[in-house]
């Protein structure tokens, strides 16, 4: 069996994944393997913190110079979080011929393409599967597989899937639940990086830039979070046989990319519509029609620390990275011009040919329904009803302007809501 070396590391950030890397290094301890792990310095914010596990203090210090300019410490892993100064702690230690192993996702989305060419630049293992917990055990056959993916769907945020499941469970809408999630620790105080989809987003671009070889920039995808997303879409979802999901799309036909996060419609009891509270989940279909998915948890302690370790035994291998090569030039598609299915809700005045006035509209527009729902009287405010239509396969922008001239009508109250419908993959 091939014999390891022994890796002196440099650990940024000390919180609950730095911890539970601390925990796991120890627990491997004496176990029997063959790379030893050497824990030099860990940088913090503050020297004088309570730890949740004991650590020696002369291990501890503030200034990163301690970790990035001492040539005995060959391996950098960052999990401290944030843009800045993760992303230079990042580049400057792969700039000195360190390894870096980062659970960045953030960071990754915004310079991943600078940080994959400095590493190979400096010869440097650059790992990343901490940054895609959920996902990692696909990323090597994403690069490997001879066949490109057509299409990817995943679930990547548990926060967002426990409020809906939540929503769903307790019959109550986004805001009482988002609140209680935040009271139990699973969303942030500012929950916009969860909730509006930058998570997601930072995920699939990820993924992207290690299938592709190309890293879409952030602002160049369409995103959309789960904040009006309401218990009624929830109920009238179900009953015409879809849960809703904060959803990460990315479909590639030839030279053009498609790649989009937003709430979706999918088949209720298949695949990843089964996917409960803070559970992950990815399906993908390949280019000779191979379909796969898979579920795993997307955040945690032990998972991430677990995917940091992974990258360390692939350090002590002397494993290469594998690098994303760019496969091919790819133009990323318009939302206009996407082609999907529709959950379309109006709040409309329950009288005598609103129907056929919402639906003259969709029919000017090209959009053809295929299936409607009304629910009775409403008293609040007096005489609007919530008036539901699933629609056959569309195009963005019709929708878009269908959707605009709905709004005006004298008859639609409000602001009408659109859920896209996926098919699912598995
Ligand atoms: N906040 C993320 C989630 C986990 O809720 O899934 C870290 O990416």
Known sequence: MMKGKVVHLGLFGLGMVGGGIVELLSRKKGKKDHHKFILEKI??????????VPV????????PR???????IDTVVEVMGGISPAKEIILEALKRGKNVI????????????????QALDSDCYLGVRASN????????SLIFS?????KLIGVFNGTCNYILTEMEKRGEDFSPILKKAQEIGYAEQNPSDDIDGYDTAHKLIVLLGLALGYFPPLDSLFMEGIRRISHQDILFAKELGYRIKLLAVARREDNELEARIHPALL???RGLAGLDGIENGIELRDEVGVEIGMQAPGAGKYPTATAILEDLVSVAQGRKLIYPQPKRYLTLKRMG??????????NALDEAGVLAKISGVLGDHNISIKSVLQKGENKKPPGVVPVIMLTHQAKEDDIQSALRKIDNLRVVKGKSLLIRVEQGIL
């Open 43 to 52: 940088v913090v914010k503050h020297l004088d913190k309570e730890r949740s």
């Open 56 to 63: 020696p203090s002369h291990l501890l210090t503030t200034d």
């Open 66 to 72: 301690e970790i990035l300019a001492n040539p005995e």
């Open 102 to 117: 980062t659970a960045n996702k953030a960071v990754l989305a915004r310079a991943g393409s600078e940080i994959f060419k």
């Open 133 to 140: 917990i959920a996902t990692y055990r696909l990323i090597e």
């Open 146 to 150: 001879p066949f490109q993916f057509e």
């Open 267 to 269: 088949p209720w009891g």
């Open 337 to 346: 011009q996407i082609k999907t299915k529709y959950y379309l809700r109006f």
